[in-house]
């Protein structure tokens, strides 16, 4: 019973994030500077303390999540930057924006929501408590998760129609994600796997993508503060979880 209302009220955090962004989609800029500073605080005060302690509590190599952090980071890359190549060879010079990319970003966003419900429902396989707290940590995050996708899409210049669409997926599959849990059980092992794998992704797409489309127009104070309280945001938001 508790998984069915956390995972729903997953579903309405996300869409409130993602409405969120198109709500304000004049002001994507300081959006996508603020969002940056989430995913790097994401990153390195949420999954890389996971990764830590599955590595000491199971006693993985180390090198194992690395290599997937880095295949992550690099296979999204190479996917974004091919689309770029493969599209952009008649006039090189033009800016350097696909709605492929958009929806290349959106995707793995939405294999990322999915995990986020696997998550839940392990949670509450160890035991309530657990679970709740998982929860709580995901629907705190998927707010943002929300606001990245439209972000992502709206960018790389999607129409908001299918911005919406992709939401939508991104807020319904944390659900089938909870579900699932139902079915299989996900190791440790994958789970730290996965887990470099998005952070590689994360920073990213934190990194080459949003921060440098924050400040494309013009750089300000105002941009890095954002990027900093983003930040200092998920700092806290982990601190309480
Ligand atoms: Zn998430």
């Not at 290349?104 to 509450?124: C, E, R």
């Not at 750089?219 to 945001?233: D, E, N, P």
């Amino acid at each position: 019973m508790e998984l069915i209302v956390l995972t729903l009220a997953t579903f309405f955090s996300t869409l409130l994030g993602g409405l969120f962004a198109i709500k304000f989609k004049d002001k994507l800029h300081p959006i996508m500077a603020f969002a940056a500073g989430v995913l790097l605080g994401v990153v390195t005060f949420d999954i890389f303390p996971e990764i830590i302690r599955q590595i000491a509590d199971n006693n993985f190599d180390p090198i194992e999540a690395m290599i997937a952090l880095v295949v992550g980071f690099l296979l999204f890359h190479i996917l974004e930057k091919s689309i770029l190549i493969h599209h952009n060879h008649e006039n090189d010079y033009k800016e350097h924006k696909h709605p492929q990319v958009g929806i290349l970003s959106a995707l793995a966003l939405i294999g990322h929501s999915f995990m986020d419900g696997v998550g839940i429902g392990l949670g509450f396989q160890i035991n309530t408590a657990v679970g709740l707290l998982v929860a709580i940590a995901v629907i705190s995050h998927d707010f943002t998760d929300g606001m990245n996708t439209v972000t992502l899409m709206l960018t790389n210049k999607n129409t908001t129609k299918k911005s919406k669409i992709f939401l939508l997926f991104d807020a319904l599959t944390p659900i089938l994600g909870a579900i699932s849990t139902l079915f299989f059980k996900v190791s440790p092992h994958f789970l730290v796997l996965y887990l470099g794998f998005f952070a590689g992704f994360l920073l990213y797409i934190g990194a080459s993508d949003i921060l440098p489309e924050a400040h494309s127009e013009k750089s300000s104070y105002k941009l890095i503060g954002l990027t900093i309280l983003g930040v200092i945001f998920i700092f806290c938001i982990t601190r309480f979880t």
